[in-house]
Structure formats: C-alpha cells, structure tokens
C-alpha cells in the first residue's frame, strides 16, 4: 500500500502562481511514475502531467503545457506541480496518483486506470 498526501493548493488570482507538493510513503518511491490528475465540478478526473521515475521524461496535457511544470525529488519522496500563469479554468481539485512497476502502458499511462494509488486531493481556485 502506498499512501499519497497532497499539499499546497489554495486560493489565487488569474495570472498567479501555486505549487503543489504531493509525498509518497515507502522505500520504493523511486521506483514509480507518478501523475496528477484534476477534477472540476461535474467534469470527469483529466489527466494534467506524468513524470517517469528519475524524472527524465515529462508529459504534459496541452492544456497546461508550457505554464506547468512537473518536478521530483526522489531522496524527499516528493514530487512537485509548478503551476504559472493560472486561468480560472484551471479550477478543479488536483490528484497526485502513482504508476509502480509493472507500469502502465502507453495506452493507458495518462488515464486514471493506469495508476494504481491516489491520494486524496488539494483544491485549487482561480479567480478572474
């Protein structure tokens, strides 16, 4: 079992920056790709970003590419979401989940079924 904890999310005007903190218990952190994930009211769970597990490879929705930028810190078991430049339609709860080998496939690896620990969620508010 993998517990995720999510921090950082909050309150913040058009055009400001957040960053948003998500650590792993266990030894095997190193080991996973890791995601985040958002939610909007009514909206299914989007897939925002995807690290590999030494932090050599990024992925990005287009929708975030260029304001976003994911980050870890594998002796800390931490990753990081630098989100610049936020819209309002950045607006949603933000999950962090984790991806332990045997990982997911390119089919799957930025959807929520190719993740197999979540954590809980940090909200996040633009305001225009």
């Known amino acids: 079992q993998v517990l995720l904890q999510e921090s950082g999310g909050g309150l913040v005007q058009a055009g400001g920056s957040l960053r948003l903190s998500c650590t792993a218990s266990?030894?095997?952190?190193?080991?996973?790709?890791m995601g985040w994930f958002r939610q909007a009211p009514g909206i299914e769970r989007e897939f925002v970003a995807r690290?590999?597990?030494?932090?050599?490879?990024?992925i990005y929705a287009d929708s975030v590419k260029g304001r976003f930028t994911f980050s870890r810190d594998n002796a800390k078991n931490t990753v990081y979401l630098q989100m610049n430049s936020l819209k309002p339609e950045d607006t949603a709860v933000y999950y962090c989940a984790a991806d332990p080998p045997p990982y997911a496939t390119v089919r799957n690896e930025n959807s929520v079924g190719g993740y197999d620990y979540w954590g809980q969620g940090t909200r996040v508010t633009v305001s225009s």
């Open positions: 266990g030894r095997a952190f190193n080991t996973y790709h």
């Open positions: 690290i590999t597990e030494n932090g050599g490879t990024t």
